[in-house]
């Protein structure tokens, strides 16, 4: 609402998700199931997450109704019951201008959010942290126009910016692969030594460091992917 009042922009791409909770207990709880393929998402995937005895089942799409794919998921976890129900948009791409004068844009306001998987807590706090201190100069020098807050969209994107901008142009090259290619991302990903790098290398917050380094070690995975074998 504030975004919408006081910048008149939108994220360049939402994802839409729906998830709820149910009442099935999923065996292994020690790990989220996640959903590729057309037949569970659209543009994005689908997941469960193990809570005793509920599980938190839900996907995400782009551009399509996020509840037509829910019937096949939900379908996967026979004698699930549904306890309650949530969703909404997530922005995956940042506004290109998240200041002017007297305001500050941060996390899913900003569209600060992870493009790979939608989590926003790790960059919301890194856009809220260069917001304080942004605003902590500006208020000393009493100084609220949009030049003195310009400086808060440099800090957050030394810290998030180029990951961000990587992410993203990964996740939009995802939404073009179709089943047979994602299959074969499968296939590579799931190999003993491919597996052991991401272990080693693997950053929740930096996604783009163990993408490039499993790319670098596995050069021809590239054409394999593009051509879906």
Request: proline letters at 3%.
């Amino acid at each position: 609402m504030v975004r919408k009042e006081l910048f008149g922009e939108v994220p360049g791409r939402v994802i839409s998700t729906y998830q709820v909770d149910a009442s099935y207990r999923m065996e292994d709880q020690d790990s989220v199931d996640v959903f590729l393929g057309s037949g569970f998402s659209s543009g994005f995937f689908a997941w469960a997450t193990p809570a005793g005895h509920l599980s938190r089942i839900g996907l995400g799409v782009y551009h399509r109704n996020a509840t037509a794919y829910f019937n096949r998921l939900i379908s996967m976890f026979p004698g699930a019951r549904v306890l309650g129900i949530n969703g909404g948009g997530i922005p995956i791409r940042y506004l290109k201008r998240t200041y002017r004068d007297s305001a500050l844009l941060v996390g899913d306001a900003a569209g600060i959010v992870k493009p790979l998987s939608g989590g926003g807590i790790y960059t919301g706090l890194v856009s809220a942290s260069a917001a304080a201190e942004t605003l902590e100069k500006a208020l000393e020098s009493d100084d609220l126009s949009a030049r003195s807050l310009s400086r808060y969209q440099r800090a957050w994107k030394r810290r998030l910016g180029m990951e961000l901008s990587f992410d993203y142009l990964v996740q939009r090259f995802f939404t073009m692969l179709s089943d047979r290619a994602l299959d074969a991302i499968y296939r590579e990903v799931s190999k003993p030594e491919v597996v052991n790098l991401i272990n080693s290398v693997g950053d929740i917050d930096y996604p783009s460091r163990v993408v490039l380094r499993v790319l670098m070690k596995n050069p021809s995975m590239v054409f394999n992917f593009l051509r879906g074998k």
